[in-house]
T-cell receptor
Framework: DTGVSQNPRHKITKRGQNVTFRCDPI?????LYWYRQTLGQGPEFLTY????????KSRLLSDRFSAERPKGSFSTLEIQRTEQGDSAMYLC????????????????FGEGSWLTVV | GQNIDQPTEMTATEGAIVQINCTYQ??????LFWYQQHAGEAPTFLSY????GLEEKGRFSSFLSRSKGYSYLLLKELQMKDSASYLC?????????????FGAGTRLAVHP
């Protein structure tokens, strides 16, 4: 059984550098989400995909952030010109949306990718 | 817009019962979730309510009142390993798309 997989798990980068995180969702899941979480806060929604289509982006996602899911399977989240305020845990999650039924709404999270910008 | 409120911190004794409350306001309610998150780890799914009433799953139960915009998570027979943050999250379909909006979480400390 493979859950949601994220890598790298930890990344330390200098301010101004670009970083990219990868997420492999649960294989049959058609929806993929990116969240950001800082200490003492709940996860904040960034964006999500239905298959390869990016359906919604939060206002939190500045133009330095870009996410892709080119083949409707894995996804990447790139942060350009990182700033210290970007330091957070970036969580990927996936779900299977089917016709009706509560289980289609359940979102399963990966272990997260910790970013520290120094 | 959306607003989710839950207490910041709670403490309880091993073996006791604790209730964590959550109130929410959202324009496109499509269900309420509770997640558990241990420090430094990802949230893990606990429960889902979309209809009013109580859902029981082992030591954990979750209640929903849609008319009051209110839910609670009930933890029975507390164990030390239950020390964690508990996240209330609302499934919101306003704008036509379904996403989870999280509260800030309630940090529960279980003492011997």
């Amino acid at each position: 059984d493979t859950g949601v997989s994220q890598n790298p798990r930890h990344k330390i980068t200098k301010r101004g550098q670009n970083v990219t995180f990868r997420c492999d969702p649960i294989s049959e899941h058609n929806r993929l989400y990116w969240y950001r979480q800082t200490l003492g806060q709940g996860p904040e929604f960034l964006t999500y995909f239905q298959n390869e289509a990016q359906l919604e982006k939060s206002r939190l996602l500045s133009d330095r952030f870009s996410a892709e899911r080119p083949k409707g399977s894995f996804s990447t989240l790139e942060i350009q010109r990182t700033e210290q305020g970007d330091s957070a845990m970036y969580l990927c999650a996936s779900s299977l949306v089917s016709q009706g039924g509560a289980s289609g709404n359940t979102i399963y999270f990966g272990e997260g990718s910790w970013l520290t910008v120094v | 817009g959306q607003n989710i409120d839950q207490p910041t911190e709670m403490t309880a004794t091993e073996g006791a019962i604790v209730q964590i409350n959550c109130t929410y306001q959202t324009s496109g309610f499509n269900g309420l979730f509770w997640y558990q998150q241990h420090a430094g780890e990802a949230p893990t799914f606990l429960s889902y309510n979309v209809l009013d009433g109580l859902e029981e799953k082992g030591r954990f139960s979750s209640f929903l009142s849609r008319s009051k915009g209110y839910s609670y998570l009930l933890l029975k027979e507390l164990q030390m390993k239950d020390s964690a943050s508990y996240l209330c999250a609302v499934s919101d379909i306003s704008g036509g798309y379904n996403k989870l909006i999280f509260g800030a979480g309630t940090r529960l400390a279980v003492h011997p």
